[in-house]
């Protein structure tokens, strides 16, 4: 008998008896407190050693059914004939994509079989979220956003969240993101910044060199225009409206919004005002940028599988889209300004604090951030867990991965996160309302820095 052989044989008879045995105690067939067959009996009965029984076992204990008492035997729990606790779960519609969520709650759900979990979509604006699903205690867990977060802060509403404390192993960085007046209130589950994808083809064929981190963004633009053949593809392109690709550019100003000594934020003259001219300079160079073609990711997504771009902006977790293309592709770090920074966008999972099935939540949460379920984030997804471990562990499957996956790790002190701007939930919402009259060219810059200081001196971050 081959070992292949030999090792399906042992799984179909290990598969065989724990299915069994968990028939016969979730039907009652087993009382709680009755005790299992001895190990030896249930090994002649299924035809394995006794080590491989014990095997089988031990996944009914972490199922919660039985309980091992040493020198006596496996006895059935009563956790199995308690109600079924429903835990609801508050998430957005790309957690799906962005880190397997059905396959991670099927893997929960049988860890853990007295809990059932019941996803809801949030809206995605926050305040909404606040006022509707969290004060009327529509959902005892969710995951968010390191900006969902920081309006629920700055919001006051806090004290609706439960503190849960820093797990050992999660990146430092992902922690603070999720840290007010000192305590945890989210379990950190995965991070992506915003890298240069680019189409290794268009580059061979053009004769050109990859993208590097040397690059700055003139070279960005001058690669950009090289590829682009008109009326067949465009060289560069982004999202320009999203709120996780123009905070990149400004962060690489090297500055945070600040006030002056009259209490005024200013920026004119400032590496800020450049970072936002280069912006508009990009985003109206119409022999390179599709703007017509760009209002939504779904457009660049589909811009680039098609081969009509050559290079654009995205996160770690867009790369998703691309996991089961055909598309020869690679990723780069951002081309920088006065310093190379991007921008991570986190997200972490969250317990209402009023939530009166708190303790069927924080499993989950603990679940989600466990080895196990961020060892399942990383072979399922592109997507990086924030547990370290499982974010550096090597994988070898069909998904179509960039080569240059482990960039992140390179290029991990650079990140910044939306709060590295200095400004409040509602400065970051009238920031980017005066920025889009601006490279809309409804006003000038001297307007823009004017208005800046009139409107966003209010919301600058206490130090």
Not at 258 to 274: A, K, Q
Not at 338 to 362: F, H, N, W, Y
Not at 400 to 419: A, G, K, Q, V, Y
């Amino acid at each position: 008998m081959s070992g292949k052989t030999s090792q399906r044989l042992f799984r179909v008879r290990l598969d065989r008896m724990v299915d069994q045995l968990r028939h016969e105690i979730v039907s009652g067939q087993y009382a709680p407190g009755d005790f299992l067959p001895s190990e030896s009996d249930l090994a002649e009965t299924f035809g394995m050693s006794n080590k491989s029984v014990r095997q089988g076992l031990s996944i009914l204990v972490e199922e919660e059914l039985i309980r091992k008492i040493p020198r006596v035997g496996n006895q059935v729990t009563e956790a199995v004939h308690q109600s079924v606790v429903t835990v609801t779960l508050g998430v957005n519609s790309s957690l799906e994509r962005d880190m397997a969520l059905s396959r991670l709650l099927e893997a929960f759900q049988r860890k853990y079989r007295s809990i059932r979990v019941q996803p809801i979509t949030i809206p995605g604006k926050s305040r909404l979220f606040i006022e509707e699903y969290v004060d009327h205690g529509l959902v005892d867990a969710f995951i968010i956003n390191n900006q969902y977060f920081q309006d629920i802060t700055d919001s006051g509403k806090v004290q609706l969240l439960e503190p849960l404390g820093a797990e050992p192993g999660h990146y430092r960085f992902l922690n603070e993101t999720f840290t007010a007046d000192g305590v945890q209130y989210a379990q950190p589950l995965l991070f992506g910044p915003i890298v240069l994808c680019y189409n290794k083809e268009h580059f061979r064929e053009a004769g050109l060199s990859e993208p590097d981190s040397s690059w700055t963004w003139d070279d960005c633009l001058e690669h950009a225009r090289q590829l682009t053949r008109p009326g067949e593809r465009y060289g560069f392109v982004f999202y320009e409206l999203s709120a996780n690709r123009w905070p990149a550019f400004l962060l690489q100003s090297g500055m945070k919004l600040g006030l002056n000594r009259d209490g005024r934020c200013d920026i004119s003259g400032t590496p800020m005002l450049d970072s936002i001219r280069l912006y508009d300079r990009i985003i109206h160079d119409a022999e390179l940028f599709p703007k017509v073609m760009s209002e939504s990711n779904d457009d660049i997504e589909r811009l680039f599988m098609t081969g009509k771009v050559s290079m654009i902006l995205t996160s770690y977790t867009s790369l998703n889209e691309l996991k089961h293309s055909g598309l020869c592709y690679d990723i780069s770090s951002l081309p920088y300004l006065q310093e190379p920074r991007t921008l991570a966008v986190s997200m972490g999972a969250c317990i209402r604090k009023g939530s009166d099935k708190k303790q069927a939540a924080r499993l989950l949460v603990d679940f989600l951030g466990s080895p196990e379920g961020q060892l399942l984030i990383r072979s399922e997804t592109l997507s990086i867990p924030s547990l370290k471990s499982a974010a550096e562990t090597k994988v070898e499957d069909e998904r179509n991965r960039p080569s240059r996956f482990d960039l992140f790790r390179d290029i991990l002190p650079s990140m910044r996160t939306h709060r590295d701007l200095n400004l409040t939930s509602e400065g970051f919402v009238v920031f980017w309302g005066l920025l889009k009259q601006y490279w809309s060219r409804f006003i000038d810059e001297e307007t823009l820095c004017r208005l800046v200081s009139e409107q966003l001196s209010a919301h600058i971050r206490k130090e």
